[in-house]
């Protein structure tokens, strides 16, 4: 009796999993045949995403945070390595495929760069990026299911502003294309990965075999991304239309706004988000991480015991991600990774004020309360 109690035991997690996996290969046939083979591609892509960040522990707040207060580089480096392998391709693919494939370019601006900085803060904060958001709320971090949808809100309202901030001054965008563009791209991430190592603490100048294999796994998605999408790997955007989609579904009259009444949005906002590409990789994302943490134990993580002030500062910290991240043009994945992998000058900027911004949002933590003692 033991033997069979035993067996069924070992046989349920089995079980689980192949359902978790059939779940996946049927939300992805789903919307192939709703939508498309291309869209049903992409949500797989999103999927691998999830799943690489979830399973592999590779993500973007983290990794600055243990630079900035332990001296740790390695995230960092892992961080750089993957854009490095994207920009080897991306951008001599867009640079011969200008029609096709579209890079995350952006021009360097007063509400770019106070957005970025605003954003460093807000990640660490509530210790998720764009993409660490949609993670932390897919493996059932209540702190991250809290975040996402004043993400989502402010994501909406940065864009409903955003002509205003743009008027405050723009430069010209700056790209760095063809080969000469890869060679300029890949000196200047040769010269964060030194600094890094310069400072790093005794003992710490390694990258773990996992942060490696994400490295290379990441790349891989984002360049598929690319090619199936037209355009690079990015978060905000999708989460902004989720949010005015739901304003307009209330009424609101988003005329108003240059952004959101402009022709595309209008277009977008009345199709189904299983046919916008950022949509649907973020929806992969949740999804991906959602099976990683189900995988791993059964998705039960319990609630952290916060003050008040904690839950406050996470909406408020939510919402200022979303906002922004829309003045900054991006978050770590749309700016940062995709910015600088495609060549845009606008994500080299991105990330210096962000890595400021974020240096500020680890010392606010301790006082809104987010710091559990044990």
């Not at 494939?101 to 660490?124: I, N, R």
């Not at 897919?138 to 402010?154: E, H, Q, R, T």
């Not at 940062?336 to 680890?362: E, K, N, P």
Request: glycine fraction near 14%; charge should be positive.
């Amino acid at each position: 009796m033991t033997d069979v109690i035993t067996a069924n035991r070992r046989l349920g997690p089995g079980v689980e999993r192949s359902v978790l996996i059939l779940l996946a290969l049927a939300a992805a046939l789903a919307v192939a045949a709703t939508a498309g083979a291309h869209y049903g591609l992409l949500l797989v892509i999103g999927l691998g995403f999830g799943i690489t960040l979830e399973g592999l522990r590779f993500g973007f707040a983290g990794p600055w945070r243990a630079m900035i207060v332990r001296r740790e580089p390695a995230g960092l480096l892992a961080q750089l390595v993957s854009i490095a392998i994207v920009a080897v391709f991306a951008i001599p693919l867009i640079t011969a495929n200008s029609t096709e494939l579209l890079g995350a370019h952006a021009p360097v601006g007063v509400a770019m760069l106070g957005g970025a900085f605003v954003f460093g803060a807000a990640m660490q904060v509530v210790l998720g990026c764009g993409s660490g958001t949609l993670v932390n709320a897919g493996s059932g971090n209540p702190v991250g299911v809290l975040a996402l949808p004043f993400f989502a809100i402010g994501s909406f309202a940065g864009a409903y502003h955003l002509t205003w901030w743009t008027e405050l001054g723009t430069a010209p965008v700056v790209v760095f294309d063809g080969f000469d563009g890869v060679a300029v791209t890949l000196v200047g991430l040769a010269l964060v990965a030194a600094v890094a190592l310069l400072v790093a603490a005794p003992g710490t100048r390694w990258i773990p075999r996992r942060l490696w294999l994400a490295a290379g796994l990441l790349a891989a998605l984002a360049l598929a991304n690319l090619v199936v999408a037209g355009q690079p790997w990015g978060v905000v955007y999708g989460l902004g239309l989720w949010a005015a989609k739901g304003a307009g579904a209330l009424g609101a009259d988003l005329s108003a706004s240059a952004f959101w009444s402009a022709p595309t949005n209008v277009e977008r906002m009345s199709q189904s988000i299983l046919t916008d590409v950022t949509s649907l990789t973020n929806l992969g994302i949740i999804g991906g991480a959602f099976l990683v943490a189900a995988w791993r134990h059964g998705f039960t993580q319990p609630i952290p015991e916060l003050p008040l002030r904690a839950w406050a500062a996470t909406v408020v910290a939510g919402f200022l991600l979303g906002y922004s991240s829309r003045l900054a043009f991006g978050c770590n994945v749309g700016a940062f990774f995709s910015g600088v992998s495609t060549g845009s000058l606008h994500g080299w900027a991105w990330f210096v004020m962000a890595f400021g911004g974020a240096w500020c949002g680890i010392r606010l933590r301790p006082a809104l309360g987010l710091e559990v003692r044990r």
